[in-house]
């Protein structure tokens, strides 16, 4: 079973930036998927960008699309989502994710998650 620890969240005005970490333990961090997901409140969780394995293939949410940037470290098992120019409409809890399916390309279902991280918590000030 794998672990996920998050960070990195926080407040910020509309337009700035925040970088989500997520630091991943207990199993071969390059052969899967890790994604990201956001839940705000009174909505389902959704997704928002997925790297494969190793790295070399991403997908985005057509909201996030040329705002957030998914990245992994191997060295350090870590996964990075770094969001700009934020909104309003991008407040919600954040949730790292890891893939159920070795070698997998993209992790983009909620049913595919084999575990979640805990949360973090952006909030976007007008």
């Known amino acids: 079973q794998v672990q996920l620890v998050e960070s990195g969240g926080g407040l910020v005005q509309a337009g700035g930036s925040l970088r989500l970490s997520c630091a991943a333990s207990?199993?071969?961090?390059?052969?899967?998927?890790m994604s990201w997901f956001r839940q705000a409140p009174g909505k389902e969780r959704e997704f928002v960008a997925s790297?494969?394995?190793?790295?070399?293939?991403?997908y985005y949410a057509d909201s996030v699309k040329g705002r957030f940037s998914i990245s992994r470290d191997s060295a350090k098992n870590t996964v990075y989502l770094q969001m700009n120019s934020l909104n309003p409409e991008d407040t919600a809890v954040y949730y790292c994710?890891?893939?159920?399916?070795?070698?997998?390309?993209?992790?983009?279902?909620?049913?595919?998650?084999?575990?979640w991280g805990q949360g973090t918590q952006v909030t976007v000030s007008s």
């Open positions: 994710a890891a893939d159920s399916r070795r070698g997998s390309i993209y992790l983009r279902r909620v049913t595919d998650v084999a575990s």
């Open positions: 790297i494969s394995g190793s790295g070399s293939t991403t």
């Open positions: 207990g199993r071969t961090f390059s052969s899967y998927a």
